[in-house]
């Protein structure tokens, strides 16, 4: 067959106003058939004991740092005299006859309690990689204000934001333990005061270093009186032992669970570089 007698190519015809009407139309439609999708929803803040305890505790405590009614029959309830025996007076009252080992124990239990309640609100592996960001950061910022390049200043803004937010976090947890911490040292406090109060005068005279004192005198020149610079002497390096020992319990627990194994010894390490 030759050229002349093939087929012409057919070409489309053109379509009328009236059918590229109808064809958007169409369009339209099935464009609203079909389903779209839904925005994901925030999601709802769920509510959490362990908050509203740590916010409770911290106002109860503000609140008895303000009322002395209120904190006096808070602590007066633990009993403060063999005559209003309560719970830990019958534990380490002593009837009064040993006020500074009572006050040695009273001590003890707040500190136990208040670094049970901080190192179990404390991520000890995030708090110290935020402490060594933190030093780096700031090396590497220094470096960059003293360069005086605004384009180095600015690409550093990303991580000082993360590292805003990691430390936020950090400082947030510890928070929560000092809820509790600063509700069980009022408590304690005011308790220690109320049993020493109690006391008789022969009771409460004892003996420091050769000198006979009453420990609700002041101390000479101050206006802090005996038994609360003695309990104070008490609780610092309890609270410091107990902490310590409950780091190093938690950070061997994180170990174990994640097969860890500890750093090489200093004499290890240069024995076997030699």
């Known amino acids: 067959m030759s050229d002349a007698d093939r087929p012409l190519p057919s070409t489309p015809a ?8 109808d064809d958007q139309a169409l369009a339209a439609a099935e464009a609203e058939a079909e389903p779209t999708p839904a925005r994901p929803t ?10 509203f ?16 009614t209120f904190r006096n029959s808070i602590a007066g309830a633990l009993g403060t005299s063999p005559s209003s025996s309560g719970p830990l ?13 009572t006050m040695a124990l009273a001590g003890a239990i707040e500190m136990l309690v208040t670094s049970l309640a901080y190192n179990y609100t404390t991520d000890w592996i995030k708090a ?25 200043i600015a690409a550093l803004k990303p991580h000082q934001e993360r590292l805003t937010r990691l430390s936020s976090e950090v400082s947030i947890a510890q928070f929560k333990g ?55 002497l008490y609780t610092v390096p309890t609270s410091l032992v107990f902490r310590r020992i409950l780091k190093h319990l938690w950070l061997h627990r994180y170990a174990e669970k994640h097969a860890l194994s500890p750093p090489p010894a200093s ?8």
């Not at 305890?53 to 002395?68: A, E």
């Not at 007076?89 to 080992?101: K, M, N, P, V």
């Not at 109060?197 to 206006?223: E, H, K, M, W, Y």
Request: no cysteine; glycine share 8%; aromatic share 14%.
């Open 53 to 68: 305890v740590y916010v409770f505790l911290g106002l109860l405590g503000m609140y008895m740092l303000f009322d002395q």
């Open 267 to 274: 004499g290890t390490a240069g024995s076997s570089a030699s």
């Open 178 to 232: 000092m809820a509790i911490t600063y509700f069980l040292l009022i408590l304690i406090y005011t308790w220690v005061g109320l049993v020493i109060g109690d006391a008789t005068v022969f009771q409460r005279t004892v003996s420091l270093g050769g000198t006979i004192v009453d420990l609700t005198t002041n101390i000479p020149g101050l206006p802090i009186p005996w038994w609360f610079a003695i309990f104070s």
């Open 14 to 21: 053109e379509e009328t106003p009236e059918e590229v009407a």
């Open 89 to 101: 007076y019958t534990l380490i009252g002593f009837d009064s006859q040993y006020l500074l080992l």
């Open 128 to 152: 110290a990689k935020v402490q060594k960001w933190s030093a780096a950061f700031r090396k590497v910022q220094m470096d960059a204000i003293r360069s005086g390049k605004k384009d180095r």
């Open 42 to 51: 925030a999601p709802r803040p769920t509510f959490k004991i362990s908050t």
